[in-house]
């Protein structure tokens, strides 16, 4: 009989479904409970990030990016030309030209030498996607975007936990997104999180998530005041983020081992890809 490959095996940490068992019998299935708030604290001390914001996935992190930093009919957003479609779609819908700028060889992620070439004066945002987890070089990508103007917005759905000269990716840009999907380190079957690194960015990306007011007394904004609020990420149903939370803690628990893994793992692919050695 031949044996199948699987696409992937999920991370289980061991404790789910104990997890999910006291997320539904605390009651609150709407989210923004005990655990999503556990969530939020374990990412914003571990990644040193002001502001980090569980979503339904990384596809609706990268689509509250896109709301955030306003992209109109026509603005252009550059993107490595290999990457989920995701990353091109969140730009779309509001209207955005993605273009597409080559990869690197060695590391698979957006040339940060042909980005400036890639610009025109409708250039509204770069998107570097940090594939597998391995870092995009982003200096000169920073620099380049102060100069120009532009937003940067990370792709880091592969990446958490991953770092650039210390410091974690989806940190570095305006905003980041990550992915809690079953094929990443740590998972919630479904799931993302926005990283929020500019002051005023937080307020309104929490109205956004929210799609009213929040529970924060300093918001007094409604859904109805932010432009392009009314076509925000779906959302799914009501229950699905509390208890992706509930998972997403139990895997947190246990992140550093999952890295290690993963690391171990593409460091294998890329010599394969390079030198032919299994």
């Known amino acids: 009989m031949a044996y199948r490959i699987p696409f992937n095996k999920p991370f289980i940490a061991g404790n789910e479904m104990s997890y999910i068992r006291q997320a539904v019998e605390g009651g609150q299935l709407a989210g923004d409970g005990p ?37 109109q009919p026509g603005d252009e957003v550059i993107m490595p030309s290999f990457t989920f479609v995701s990353t091109a779609n969140a730009f779309v819908l509001r209207g955005g030209i993605p273009v597409f700028v080559d990869i690197r060889p060695d590391t698979l992620n957006l040339d940060e ?116 609020s009314t076509s925000v990420p779906p959302t799914c149903p009501a229950n699905s983020r509390r208890l992706s939370c509930s998972r997403s803690s139990n895997g947190r628990r246990k992140s ?7 690391a171990t793992v593409m460091a294998r692919v890329f010599r394969i890809l390079h030198d032919g050695d299994a």
Request: hydrophobic share 45%; with cysteine.
């Open 113 to 228: 030498t042909r980005i400036e070439a890639a610009m025109t004066p409708k250039t509204k945002a770069v998107v570097p996607v940090h594939y597998a987890g391995v870092p995009c070089e982003m200096a000169p990508i920073m620099d380049l975007a102060k100069r120009r103007g532009v937003w940067v917005i990370e792709d880091a759905a592969q990446a958490l936990l991953s770092t650039y000269h210390g410091r974690a990716l989806g940190t570095l840009g305006d905003l980041g997104c990550v992915s809690f999907h079953e094929t990443k380190n740590i998972i919630s079957g479904e799931g993302g999180a926005l990283l929020v690194n500019r002051q005023d960015c937080m307020e309104r990306a929490e109205v956004i998530r929210e799609k009213a007011p929040t529970a924060s007394a300093s918001c007094a904004a409604t859904w109805t005041s932010t432009p392009g």
């Open 256 to 262: 550093s081992s999952a890295a290690a893994r993963s």
């Open 35 to 71: 655990f999503t708030r556990q969530c939020h604290t374990w990412l914003e001390k571990n990644l040193a990030c002001p502001m980090a914001l569980l979503t339904q996935s990384g596809t609706a992190a990268l689509e509250m990016a896109a709301i955030l930093a306003d992209i």
